[in-house]
């Protein structure tokens, strides 16, 4: 039996290493504490992720510049550079790399400004590592690489909806629709993530917060609210769609202005 001869190619060490690295989607986490660190990127990489750890702003900033990783997952209480920090010297150089905060810090306004700043998403600790994970994977799917995140614009729109986050002002057919803050705060959240399932829950931790004592029924005003002033049929939704039983979603299609 004759074997066939196998043409033996020389390829460079670095082309292996780099090709290995790039089946994978990296993370950089910044976190101080080890406790947090040491069973979170064992977990990340389980579910098949590359994970680069560091425990402080600096380090993170220059991990970014040499490495570019597809996710940063940073603390906001680290000494030094905090994560809301890094998350602003960033975004001041118009690197749009998609940032999850996480924090202990469970005040809506807290949550509310990091946003503001263009974090992608927000989780507050203690946290099951699932749910992280399940934000890693939106985020991701959402993110369009190389291109500020609707996260970290100042103005979104949708068909004739326009919504002025730093003015607090939201405009359908250029007329200013009288919104209540809590209202609009749950518009911002659903536009900010949009074709994405938002539980009631999730919607009253991001914009009442935690600590906050109502019922998701709250929650059910405040669309009930926006839909009045949307002029959009349950039904037949143009803008906010419900999932009986999950929650809602905007199901139109939203592009950042600036």
């Not at 780099?18 to 990340?44: I, W, Y």
């Not at 920090?85 to 469970?106: F, H, K, N, Q, S």
Request: contains cysteine; negative net charge; hydrophobic residues 40%.
């Amino acid at each position: 039996m004759k074997i066939s001869r196998i043409r033996l190619i020389r390829v460079p060490l670095n082309f292996v290493i780099l090709g290995r690295m790039s089946e994978k989607t990296t993370l950089l986490l910044a976190d101080d504490d080890p406790a947090v660190t040491d069973s979170l990127a064992p977990f990340l990489e389980r579910a098949g992720f590359h994970v680069l750890v560091v425990a402080d702003g600096a380090s993170a900033l220059e991990k970014v510049a040499v490495l570019r990783p597809d996710l940063l997952l940073l603390d906001v209480l680290m000494p030094g550079l905090d994560g809301r920090e890094v998350l602003r010297r960033l975004r001041a150089r118009r690197d749009w790399t998609p940032t999850i905060l996480l924090t202990r810090v469970g005040e809506s306004s807290e949550r509310a400004l990091a946003l503001e700043e263009g974090a992608d998403d927000y989780l507050n600790k203690p946290f099951d590592p699932h749910e992280l994970l399940a934000r890693i994977h939106t985020v991701l799917r959402r993110a369009r690489p190389g291109e500020r995140s609707l996260s970290s614009a100042w103005k979104l729109a949708c068909d004739g909806l326009s919504l002025d986050r730093r003015a607090r002002r939201a405009t359908l057919e250029d007329e200013t629709l009288n919104l209540t803050p809590k209202a609009l705060a749950v518009l911002e959240y659903l536009m900010t993530h949009p074709d994405e399932c938002v539980s009631r829950e999730r919607l009253l931790e991001m914009v009442w917060g935690w600590e906050y004592p109502a019922g998701t029924r709250t929650v059910d005003t405040r669309v009930a609210e926006l839909r009045r002033a949307l002029g959009d049929d349950p039904e037949k939704p143009h803008f906010i769609e419900t999932l009986p039983g999950e929650g809602y979603r905007f199901a139109g299609q939203v592009r950042p202005l600036e």
